[in-house]
């Protein structure tokens, strides 16, 4: 008995979402690598070990190929700063000391989410290499990200515990502050837990520089 032919670019049921994984996964680190230009719907086909067709399916036209990557990494960010700026959050009414530390933990989380995922870096510089094009992504993918924080420490300037007068300025000089370290941390071949322990001290001073304790 002849079994009929699968379209090409339909993969069966049970194969789609991991086929999906591997696509993104692909074209994010192109993308990461080349920047948008420089990587066609071939290009993420070969590296993900599929035809065009499939790639094509399961994510449509390369513009809408290359939002899904961040919109793929934005997800998984937002689900480990979401948690820890909760935290921190409940922190505020234990005054002071208590939301440092919560700053720090939360600070760490986000150098710990990007040390472990180089290529959202690599993509987001990328992007940022032309600011005119694709402003979209960063309303989409990290003004809400940037936002969390900075509601964060507004809330806590309203409490007392912390006085913040621009938290949009200091949220952005931290998220960049971050992203130089994973690039040097890229560059230095080597580079290791002693690189990644200097980084989190200096930025825990930078914070208590910041917000230092009522009265010292």
């Known amino acids: ?14 194969d789609q979402r991991p086929t999906r994984g591997l696509v993104l996964a692909a074209a994010t680190t192109l993308f990461a690598e080349r920047g948008f230009d420089a990587v066609s719907l ?10 065009v067709a499939t790639v094509a399916h399961h994510t449509g036209t390369k513009a809408q190929l290359y939002d899904a990557c961040f919109a793929r990494v934005f997800t998984a960010e937002q689900q480990v700063l ?25 600070v760490d989380v986000f150098v710990d989410f990007l040390e472990d995922r180089p290529e959202t870096t690599a993509l987001w510089l990328r992007r940022w ?8 992504l960063d309303q989409r993918y990290a003004a809400p990200l940037y936002g969390l924080v900075e509601q964060l420490l507004d809330a806590a300037a309203q409490r007392g515990t912390l006085v ?3 938290p949009h300025v ?8 971050v992203h130089g370290h994973v690039v040097a941390l890229a560059a230095q071949r080597g580079a290791g837990a002693r690189e990644r322990r200097e980084f989190r001290a200096f930025v825990h001073r930078f914070l ?7 009265g010292s």
Do not use: K
């Not at 379209?7 to 049921?13: A, C, I, M």
């Not at 071939?42 to 035809?51: S, T």
């Not at 948690?83 to 939360?106: F, I, K, N, T």
């Open 208 to 214: 208590d520089g910041l917000y230092p304790p009522a």
């Open 1 to 14: 008995m002849t079994m009929p032919r699968r379209r090409p670019g339909r993969p069966r049921r049970d």
């Open 129 to 136: 290499l032309e600011p005119h094009r694709h402003g979209e």
């Open 82 to 106: 979401h948690a820890a700026g909760e935290r921190a959050r409940d922190a505020l009414a234990a005054g002071p000391g208590a939301a440092l530390r919560a700053l720090h933990e939360l």
């Open 170 to 177: 200091t949220v952005r000089s931290l998220v960049w502050a």
């Open 42 to 51: 071939r290009d993420v086909a070969a590296a993900a070990g599929v035809d």
């Open 164 to 166: 913040e007068p621009t």
